[in-house]
């Protein structure tokens, strides 16, 4: 009886295993299948580098990929939105290709492991036949301070480059007495 029940989990769990394969596969061939048809003249490229992984989670109302499931949206992919950056679907394997218009973009970043995203929303006048890039790092400071403040995290950043010119820059300082704190955009 119990090698019946450990079989059966064995199989259930492989099952699992291979179902999110193919549901990634599915959602490979149907990008690919969406990138067959013409990119209007005016819309623009979006990446995002730079942390261990990211993804884009919304397009002004159009949902990219679920925060729940990973999966990327059907209706992305039919719109065209969707990308794959050298034909892979690994962590940075997506880009957009969007209109050009003022929108709100919601991008998960995962800095250190999948296990926890940094959700970062940014509003952009996104201009005709640019390409843009999000990029994730920490910001590091040399300059010597007290234990207290050279303990906390360095500050996580957020640019925004056109082009390969960073025209914005936001950053999240790290609050030592709550360990909250929100993305403010800085002078370049």
């Known amino acids: 009886m119990t090698k019946v029940v450990s079989k059966s989990v064995v199989l259930t769990l492989a099952c699992l295993f291979l179902g999110g394969c193919a549901s990634q596969s599915v959602d490979r061939m149907r990008i690919k299948q969406a990138e067959k048809q013409p990119i209007a003249a005016n819309n623009v490229k979006i990446y995002c580098s730079g942390a261990q992984s990211c993804e884009f989670e919304r397009f002004d109302k159009q949902e990219i990929v679920n925060a729940t499931t990973q999966r990327v949206n059907r209706d992305a992919i039919q719109k065209g939105y969707v990308h794959l950056v050298d034909n892979s679907f690994k962590d940075k394997g997506l880009y957009l290709t969007v209109p050009s218009t003022q929108a709100e973009l919601v991008v998960r970043f995962y800095p250190i492991s999948n296990k926890h995203a940094e959700v970062f929303h940014l509003i952009h006048n996104f201009k005709a036949k640019q390409n843009y890039t999000l990029k994730m790092y920490r910001k590091r400071f040399t300059t010597p301070g007290s234990l207290l403040s050279v ?14 010119k960073t025209i914005r820059r936001f950053c999240r300082p790290y609050d030592v007495l709550t360990g909250i704190s929100e993305f403010v955009e800085q002078k370049i």
């Open 151 to 164: 303990s906390a995290p360095m500050p996580l950043c957020v640019d925004l480059l056109q082009a390969q």
